[in-house]
């Protein structure tokens, strides 16, 4: 018998103990099962679990139809055939045939009654006829009750084949989703594809706009050299332009306020002319000015250098430099009153001002007190700076 059919086991009974020595011996006493089928030995007190749980001959209550039969008769029960038979196929042909066998059946069993009917008086004293009458009424029932559950086995097959309907659709689903899945699993291979793409572009115009940056800086730089390259000739053509040979400069200054105001506020505080020589070979020489005045004379004259350079012609000349030299700052109202200085090198021999220049330049000589600031500032406008420009000159002596 499958366990799955069997109902749930009664909790074992208990043995009840009792004091009489007497009474227990007989609990212990072995007994045999009185069903005729069985005559199983056993104790006399487990005879009501044996009855219960495991004599054959025992009547036993089918879960499925609530019907009383001996339990050797379990497994030929039609609650335990419809199992095996609700695994057959699902068809309504094999359904027909199976109800083809049971209604044959029926005709057979009928026609043996009809058979031992006609025998009736002599019915009950032959114990082989009443045996047989009982056999076949027996199998009449059972047949009744297989009827019954293929019938309701009917039913059954329906919602089965609702099932299976179910089934199918859950697995065209399923084929579905599968199918949607490969389809995702594709587009995100493509995805990565098109964002390695995108990283690998991104990173090819990382390192071109990190070439182009190199190489915009290198012509930037390029681009700062000329400019520097073009400022330096614009100075050495203006130099050129400025630059006299006769021993005579005029020294054009223009903006002199504001360079003089950019010098108090911290920036340059001198200035420097172009070179002008004495005689078309002879030494070089600039002035330098210092706009708010140097050493004594700071911020209340203006001071005024001569400065001798290193020149293209310096191993001709007679060293050290001995020209007198004028310095003038004009009055350019027309008065004629001008502010001058006179330079002696010839006082002053032994100053590292005049000798050979072996830098580019030697160390200034001149005033430090050229000129009062207030003088050409505040008293004299008009008079030494006009239009915010000054004028200066410089003259060699060329007979000393």
């Known amino acids: 018998?499958?366990?799955?059919?069997?109902?749930?086991?009664?909790?074992?009974?208990?043995?009840?103990?009792?004091?009489?020595?007497?009474?227990?011996?007989?609990?212990?006493?072995?007994?045999?099962?009185?069903?005729?089928?069985?005559r199983k030995r056993i104790k006399r007190c487990t005879l009501i679990y044996h009855l219960h749980q495991e004599c054959m001959d025992a009547l036993y209550k089918c879960e499925e139809c609530n019907k009383k039969l001996l339990r050797r008769e379990y497994e030929d029960h039609i609650c335990y055939r419809v199992k095996k038979f609700r695994n057959l196929n699902k068809g309504s042909k094999q359904t027909l045939k199976v109800e083809k066998d049971i209604a044959l059946e029926e005709k057979e069993i009928i026609s043996e009654m009809k058979t031992l009917m006609m025998s009736f008086p002599a019915w009950q004293d032959n114990k082989g006829l009443s045996d047989k009458m009982a056999d076949l009424q027996a199998?009449?029932?059972?047949?009744?009750?297989?009827?019954?559950?293929?019938?309701?086995?009917?039913?059954?097959?329906?919602?089965?084949?609702?099932?299976?309907?179910?089934?199918?659709?859950?697995?065209?689903?399923?084929?579905?989703?599968?199918?949607?899945?490969?389809?995702?699993?594709?587009?995100?291979?493509?995805?990565?594809?098109?964002?390695?793409?995108?990283e690998q572009l991104k990173e090819n115009s990382r390192h071109q706009e990190e070439r182009f940056e190199e190489q915009i800086a290198a012509i930037l730089k390029m681009v700062k050299d000329q400019q520097r390259s073009i400022e330096r000739a614009e100075t050495n053509l203006t130099a050129m332009k400025e630059t006299t040979y006769n021993g005579t400069f005029i020294w054009r200054i223009d903006n002199f306020e504001i360079l003089r105001m950019h010098a108090i506020s911290g920036g340059d505080t001198e200035i420097y002319s172009a070179p002008f020589y004495a005689g078309r070979y002879g030494p070089k020489m600039c002035l330098k000015l210092c706009l708010n005045g140097c050493n004594i004379g700071h911020g209340t004259h203006l001071s005024l250098y001569l400065v001798v350079m290193k020149g293209e012609y310096d191993n001709f000349q007679q060293w050290p430099f001995h020209h007198t030299v004028k310095l003038i700052l004009f009055d350019q109202s027309g008065h004629g009153h001008h502010i001058d200085d006179v330079i002696r090198p010839s006082d002053h021999q032994l100053s590292s001002a005049f000798r050979k220049p072996v830098d580019d330049m030697n160390v200034p000589f001149g005033s430090p007190l050229f000129a009062k600031l207030r003088d050409v500032l505040e008293f004299s406008r008009d008079k030494y700076m006009k239009d915010d420009v000054l004028f200066i000159k410089a003259s060699v002596d060329m007979r000393d």
């Not at 499958?2 to 609990?27: H, L, M, N």
């Open 1 to 38: 018998m499958p366990g799955e059919d069997k109902p749930v086991d009664p909790p074992r009974p208990t043995v009840i103990q009792v004091d009489s020595p007497r009474q227990a011996a007989e609990d212990e006493e072995e007994i045999q099962c009185f069903k005729s089928c069985c």
């Open 139 to 198: 199998r009449v029932l059972k047949l009744e009750e297989e009827k019954a559950c293929y019938c309701k086995h009917a039913t059954y097959s329906g919602l089965e084949r609702k099932l299976d309907d179910t089934v199918n659709k859950t697995a065209a689903t399923d084929e579905k989703l599968r199918q949607q899945k490969e389809q995702i699993q594709t587009l995100k291979m493509a995805c990565n594809e098109i964002r390695n793409k995108v």
